[in-house]
């Protein structure tokens, strides 16, 4: 079975920074669209950043700037590094494949 395993999230301070990673087992992260979601309370989920097969990454407009995808192909792990952190970025943040058909737990990351 696929499994998606995020980790790095936390508590920092406004203006902090942190590393979300997401290792997957039974899927090669390389081999299509990975991304990162988040969701805060009382909020909708929305999709964070996203990385392609060829390396090429979208970001959302709220994080374009301070947020950087990338993707370690002999570690199968995606990566978020979050820079620039304010309590609007609070959330659980989510690792996903391509076509949404699998989700990781969420990491707690927790801004103030």
């Known amino acids: 079975d696929v499994q998606l395993v995020e980790s790095g999230g936390g508590s920092v301070q406004d203006g902090g920074s942190l590393r979300l990673s997401c290792t997957a087992s039974?899927?090669?992260?390389?081999?299509?669209?990975m991304a990162w979601f988040r969701q805060a309370p009382g909020k909708e989920r929305e999709g964070v950043a996203s990385?392609?097969?060829?390396?090429?990454?979208t970001y959302a407009e709220s994080v374009k700037g301070r947020f950087t995808i990338s993707r370690d192909n002999a570690k199968n792990t995606v990566y978020l590094h979050m820079n620039s952190l304010t309590s609007e970025d609070t959330a659980l943040y989510y690792c996903?494949?391509?076509?949404?058909?699998?989700w990781g737990q969420g990491t707690q990351v927790t801004v103030s």
């Open positions: 039974e899927y090669t992260v390389s081999s299509a669209c």
């Open positions: 990385i392609d097969s060829d390396g090429s990454a």
């Open positions: 996903v494949t391509e076509g949404f058909t699998h």
